[in-house]
């Protein structure tokens, strides 16, 4: 409550839709909604999202949990002012077993999030990837980067998914005049990935606790960029509430091999864990790493947690915390 003239008035929560909202990412970013003052209505189907992930939320007055397929048209009734579309399977493990639901929720699924966005006149915000540049000739990657994809590689499922959902989604902007946004997301880790997620950091953390060989696939010279989940989703938060569209790189800039990862990892978490190398899979970028400077200045927005500081935070997680909300 307010006062305003002769007495108080209500002040409405902005009201916030997630789709993937179960998801790793997904429930940080409900859970920052929800601390910046949002309604939050989480729709996900559970493939590969968690309700432990947002158990801890469900009681709130603010939070609705709804499971559904936004492949399939969604209805919300009452107000909208944001819709975030995070549904997707995410990791090679999960595009790769669901190939077909990944396309499906890059086209259709996007198309539905958008047309809940334009008839609630909602701001809009996708969910890309750093996978649209495909295995990159050029690193650090901008966003005018147009990408190196093999279109019908089985890696080409999520790529060409995300690639069409950023064209749908600037088409929705230019015709329909939406307050459409793209943000492209690269290597996140952080607490609530699955163990079986089958990404390196989780991969790695759950080989190491265990004492098992650490699998690195090709020679591990193959280097990659982690940014942390905290960090991301303070990018993310930056990006809707500014007057930017994107697309906008959200990543650590800070380079390191697979083969150097391995080895902190094995360190931190005091591991007797041994190194076991296995082929190369198919289209795997041999570089990652953003060239964050359009995120740093037109959001000011950098990075502040270190790689060890991160996976401290996430080691302590799988060890302690993975079934714990």
């Known amino acids: ?7 108080y008035i209500k002040i409405m929560k902005k009201t916030a839709v997630i789709t993937g909202g179960a998801g790793f990412i997904g429930s940080h970013l ?10 939050v209505i989480c729709v996900d189907n559970l493939i590969t999202g968690k309700m432990q992930n947002i158990r801890h939320l469900l009681d709130s007055k603010d939070f609705t949990f709804i499971k559904h397929n936004i492949t399939t048209y969604l209805e919300i009734k009452g107000r909208v ?13 999960d595009y790769l077993k669901y190939p077909i639901q990944t396309l499906k929720v890059g086209s259709l699924g996007t198309h539905n999030a958008l047309g809940l966005a334009k008839v609630k006149k909602s701001r809009f915000l996708l969910a890309s990837t750093s996978e649209v540049y495909g295995d990159p000739l050029v690193n650090p990657q901008p966003e005018e980067y147009w990408g190196n994809v093999n279109p019908i590689g089985p890696r080409g499922v999520y ?16 015709v329909h005049k939406i307050d459409a946004k793209i943000v492209r997301i690269f290597n996140t880790y952080g607490i609530r990935m699955r163990e079986e997620d089958g990404r390196a950091i989780p991969n790695f953390v759950g080989q190491a606790l265990a004492n098992r060989p650490i699998t690195i696939y090709g020679k591990g010279s ?22 930017q569209c994107g697309p906008i ?14 080895g902190i990892i ?8 041994k190194i076991a190398y296995k082929g190369l899979p198919i ?10 400077h359009k995120a740093r200045s037109l959001l000011r927005w950098n990075p502040k947690v270190s790689l060890e500081e991160g996976l401290v935070n996430t080691i302590d997680w799988f060890r302690f915390g993975v079934h714990i909300v």
């Open 1 to 7: 409550m307010t006062w305003k003239g002769r007495g």
């Open 30 to 39: 409900c859970e920052r909604l929800m601390q910046e003052g949002y309604k």
């Open 81 to 93: 002012d944001c819709v975030l579309h995070f549904a997707s399977p995410a990791s090679p493990v």
């Open 159 to 174: 790529d060409e998914a995300k690639r069409f959902a950023e064209a749908i989604t600037m088409a929705y902007r230019r």
């Open 222 to 243: 193959q280097t990659r960029s982690f940014c942390y989940i905290s960090d991301l989703i303070d990018g993310i938060y930056r990006l809707l509430n500014s007057t």
């Open 249 to 262: 790189n959200i990543g650590n800039p800070d380079e390191t091999s697979i083969r150097k990862l391995a």
């Open 266 to 273: 094995i360190r931190l978490c005091g591991s007797k864990s």
């Open 283 to 292: 289209d795997d970028p041999k570089v990652r790493r953003p060239n964050i």
